[in-house]
């Protein structure tokens, strides 16, 4: 099922829109996640294409076809929701078959479609048993199963990880990841988890204050973001970020005087203040780059296969990883530096990038409209 949003607008009161004009495009078969803080309008997205809410203007079309106006029974929709929702009194079988009891089918096929949807998500030894009886990514499973056991021709998920641990969320995203392959649905993540994004979609619409601020693939978001709040946002840890100034093509930042190609970079007419970002992955040690700095080390952080060290440089902070093997003392100098083909500029005011490459697969603009 393809989707497609047009002009899309949807406000609980009149001095807020919840969503501002949106334009996004997901074609049939793709996994996209709706990406973004708290009151972003990522929820309230996904319950317009529910039809459960309804816009205030513009499209929704499946297929090519306006929906607005279809109950949600109607858009051939399965939904998981962040808390399971499954009936304590009924065994996971009848949990999965519920929906196509409700559709009237026979029950002969109903039991059977029950347990095909049940052996998708690896729960054909519990059917018999209850919710309470199960561990939390066994509940999430029930619910995926009853997701699709109708045959969706689009799948939603609203959060659909926030009450696992860390373990179960590592292997739930792989499963759906997996079921999302075998059944090819076109399915929608609604998250706050920029992890959960980037591991399982094929695409992703950064959301902020009812607007999409970028649309592309994981990749694309993070080698190519086009704005500041995306290259904060996406990463982890987050970005290395640096006040500085642009004066024509000369870049002033950490104490370095830099030369920017005019082909790269949108430079500057006369003075701009900017931010400077560079990620951590792209930080070495030693003095390999265009860029060296000198720092002490003010924190060693081990995750196994890699350190994860902080410099101070002056007054600012810089992130870094290093080889586990690497000895590093606290409080010791040490020399790093990163290439210029590394680097983000982002205009201080508008907190667009400056960078003139096109992203090569990201739509944001023909997107947001």
Not at 122 to 138: F, Y
Not at 160 to 184: C, Q, T, V, Y
Not at 280 to 296: A, T
Request: charged fraction near 25%.
């Amino acid at each position: 099922m393809k989707i497609e949003l047009k002009n899309l607008c949807k406000s609980f009161d009149k001095k807020t829109n919840a969503i501002d004009n949106m334009n996004l495009i997901i074609e049939d078969g793709e996994f996209v996640a709706l990406l973004g803080p708290s009151g972003c309008g990522k929820s309230t997205t996904m319950l317009m294409i529910a039809g459960i809410y309804k816009p205030d203007s513009g499209e929704i079309r499946f297929n090519g076809q306006l929906v607005n106006d279809w109950e949600p029974k109607d858009r051939n929709i399965g939904m998981v929701f962040q808390s399971y929702a499954l009936y304590p009194h009924m065994t996971v079988l009848e949990n999965i078959a519920f929906p196509l009891k409700q559709q009237k089918v026979p029950k002969k096929e109903r039991i059977e479609r029950a347990r095909q949807a049940a052996e998708m998500v690896r729960l054909g030894h519990v059917l018999d048993r209850k919710p309470d009886e199960l561990s939390g990514g066994q509940q999430q499973r029930v619910a995926l199963a009853r997701a699709i056991v109708k045959k969706p021709k689009v799948l939603l998920l609203d959060e659909p990880l926030s009450n696992l641990d860390a373990r179960l969320k590592i292997e739930m995203r792989e499963e759906i990841s997996r079921l999302h392959k075998e059944l090819g649905i076109t399915t929608i993540l609604v998250t706050h988890d920029q992890e959960e994004a980037m591991t399982m979609a094929d695409r992703i619409a950064v959301m902020k204050d009812g607007k999409i601020i970028q649309y592309g693939t994981p990749m694309d978001l993070y080698h190519r973001p086009s704005d500041f709040f995306v290259a904060q946002f996406i990463g982890t840890p987050p970005m290395n970020v640096f006040r500085g100034k642009l004066i024509g093509n000369q870049l002033y930042f950490l104490n370095q005087s830099t030369e920017l190609d005019h082909e790269q970079w949108n430079t500057a007419q006369g003075e701009l203040d900017v931010y400077v970002g560079i990620r951590p992955h792209d930080v070495k040690l030693g003095k390999g780059g265009d860029i060296r700095v000198k720092g002490i080390v003010q924190m060693i952080e081990p995750i196994g296969h890699a350190q994860i060290i902080r410099i101070n440089v002056g007054s600012e902070q810089l992130r870094l990883f290093a080889e586990p093997t690497v000895a590093i003392e606290y409080k010791s100098e040490i020399t790093v530096s990163f290439h210029l083909s590394s680097l983000h500029l982002f205009d201080m005011q508008t907190g667009k990038s400056l960078r003139k490459e096109r992203m090569k697969e990201s739509q944001t603009e023909e997107m947001v409209g």
